[in-house]
């Protein structure tokens, strides 16, 4: 049965009661630090705003109109002292079985709440003020950005550095996988936002994929340890954290690269410079007389293990992703957040900390750059919602990957089963 709808922004996640009122998770997050921190909106519309699940961060004004009508009552939420000092009272009180009751369930919801949830900016102060960098030092390259203050109106260095990041990684894959002389590379380095042109791309061969190989993992190590506090992490949350980087290197620079080079609607671009036709889309290999096609029966088995996975990501992740008509300043800062949200409940509680402050600064940054271009907070909410499928695509891939060196399909280089192999 299908769960109770938000009184707000009808999100099937309203499972009780918060403040008075049935709503989400998110919803009550919202209207909670509203009156905790006496926070004041203003809609720019003469009529109401559409709230609803994909819509609810367009216009805080009536959002919370819409949870004073859901009944939600200012005076049962506490000020934000008071909620400081009944956490540790309240973490103490939870059962034993309320934390084994859908562990996976409850840390979406709270993920998507993180995600979705606004972060108010006060008149007097920036939320960049503090820098996005730990105090620590994590590298020469990215230490000038620490504790460096940023006015609304300007766009925060983290942007540039998440920029300067994917273009070297363009750099590496170009040389890597094209023919470019290297004085080109040399002079078109710093601002290359995509290594390929057309006359560079390959046809993708099914029968020759061996997964990631050992210079794809060097060439996404550079861009891994550049991350910021990096090298604060300990040394489990590394190797997760450049995990699952490749994971989300594959889903979105497939789409990048098809995006850029104009080929969204008939080709899928994979980060190596190989191409997938999909126009018209290939046979997945689970029809009925798809062995027809193929001349033995160990083609038929390697097709039939990887097509699916490549048409699952073009369907659900690429084609909605183009629509976006997507910039190459929100890509790196979509990229960067995914990271640091896949590597969130993975980390210690240190670790997740680190985490919480980076994809902060990231929010924020694509929300003064989205003011900036004129979008404002409808185009940001698009944004974050495409993150829903980007996270479905990493979770697929990795699943399939694992599934596909366990039963020895692909040839794997063993640091690819090293890397699928690893226990955090």
Not at 35 to 43: D, F, N, R, V, W
Request: proline share 5%; aromatic share 12%; charged share 20%.
């Amino acid at each position: 049965m299908m769960a109770p709808l938000c009184s707000v922004c009808e999100s099937p996640t309203a499972y009780t009661l918060h403040f008075g009122g049935r709503c989400c998770k998110a919803c009550a997050a919202f209207f909670r630090r509203t009156i905790a921190l006496g926070l004041k909106y203003e809609c720019s519309s003469t009529e109401p705003c559409e709230i609803n699940f994909g819509m609810r961060l367009v216009c805080r004004e009536c959002r919370l109109r819409k949870c004073f009508a859901a009944n939600m009552k200012p005076d049962l939420v506490r000020s934000k002292k008071e909620n400081f000092i009944c956490t540790r009272r309240k973490d103490s009180r939870q059962s034993p079985m309320r934390n084994s009751m859908t562990p996976e369930v409850e840390k979406e919801d709270e993920w998507m709440c993180n995600l979705m949830e606004e972060k108010p900016v006060s008149s007097g102060s920036s939320s960049f003020d503090n820098g996005y960098c730990s105090p620590q030092p994590c590298s020469s390259s990215n230490s000038n950005f620490i504790n460096q203050p940023v006015s609304l109106v300007e766009l925060p260095p983290i942007l540039n550095y998440y920029k300067s990041m994917e273009c070297a990684l363009s750099s590496r894959r170009r040389i890597m996988y094209t023919n470019t002389a290297m004085d080109y590379i040399l002079d078109s380095h710093s601002n290359l936002e995509c290594p390929y042109s057309l006359s560079d791309l390959r046809p993708h061969d099914y029968r020759t994929f061996r997964g990631m190989l050992r210079h794809d993992f060097v060439i996404l190590f550079d861009y891994a340890t550049r991350f910021p506090e990096f090298n604060t992490f300990t040394s489990n949350e590394k190797n997760m954290f450049y995990r699952l980087v490749l994971a989300v290197d594959f889903i979105l620079s497939s789409a990048h690269y098809s995006i850029a080079l104009g080929q969204a609607h008939r080709q899928m671009i994979l980060p190596n410079g190989e191409y997938l036709c999909m126009d018209p889309l290939p046979i997945s290999g689970q029809e009925p007389n798809a062995r027809e096609y193929f001349t033995n029966d160990e083609d038929f088995s390697k097709y039939r293990a990887l097509m699916p996975l490549n048409l699952a990501i073009w369907e659900e992740t690429i084609l909605p992703f183009s629509r976006l008509n997507i910039s190459f300043e929100e890509f790196v800062l979509v990229k960067a957040l995914t990271v640091w949200h896949v590597t969130y409940y993975k980390m210690t509680e240190e670790g997740r900390l680190k985490s919480q402050r980076q994809r902060n600064q990231i929010i924020n940054c694509l929300s003064v750059l989205c003011d900036q271009n004129g979008g404002g907070e409808r185009r940001v909410g698009e944004i974050l919602m495409s993150m829903n499928y980007i996270m479905e695509s990493v979770q697929k891939l990795t699943t399939n990957y694992v599934m596909l060196t366990f039963f020895d399909v692909l040839n794997c280089d063993s640091m690819l089963h090293e890397m699928l192999n690893f226990k955090y």
